[in-house]
């Protein structure tokens, strides 16, 4: 289940790194648009010609699409993963700095010196 969500979130960003909304991919794959949303949100299965189909839309090999392995994945998607990483880390040491600062001011309050 893991995998296919994987590949549904793939699929996903693939469709956004192309900047299609849901109805562009689904009249290229001559779908509903909901039907496009659960396989984007992985409430569906997606047969074996179908994920060829997407995978031939997506300019990408049927091994690329379904491959959860990290060389598989698209550059993009991890440059942008590294880059929310690094936000992530400022954030967190954002974070340890102002709780520092709220533990010394709780204890200069509990010295009764504010």
């Given at each position: 289940?893991?995998?296919?969500?994987?590949?549904?979130?793939?699929?996903?960003?693939?469709?956004?790194?192309?900047?299609?909304?849901?109805?562009?991919?689904?009249?290229?794959?001559?779908?509903?648009?909901?039907?496009?949303?659960?396989?984007?949100?992985?409430?569906?299965?997606?047969?074996?010609?179908?994920l060829m189909q997407i995978?031939?839309i997506f300019e990408v090999?049927?091994?690329?699409?379904?491959?959860?392995?990290?060389?598989?994945?698209?550059?993009?998607?991890?440059?942008?993963?590294?880059?929310?990483?690094?936000?992530?880390?400022?954030?967190?040491?954002?974070?340890?700095?102002?709780?520092?600062?709220?533990?010394?001011?709780?204890?200069?309050?509990?010295?009764?010196?504010?």
């Amino acid at each position: 289940m893991i995998e296919m969500q994987i590949i549904s979130k793939k699929i996903q960003y693939l469709r956004q790194q192309k900047r299609w909304n849901q109805s562009i991919l689904a009249e290229k794959l001559k779908l509903s648009v909901p039907a496009v949303s659960k396989i984007e949100t992985g409430m569906t299965d997606i047969n074996m010609s179908r994920l060829m189909q997407i995978a031939e839309i997506f300019e990408v090999t049927l091994m690329e699409l379904l491959s959860t392995d990290e060389q598989y994945m698209p550059s993009a998607a991890y440059q942008e993963a590294g880059a929310i990483r690094a936000k992530l880390m400022l954030r967190e040491d954002e974070i340890t700095q102002l709780q520092k600062k709220l533990i010394d001011l709780y204890e200069v309050c509990r010295k009764g010196l504010l």
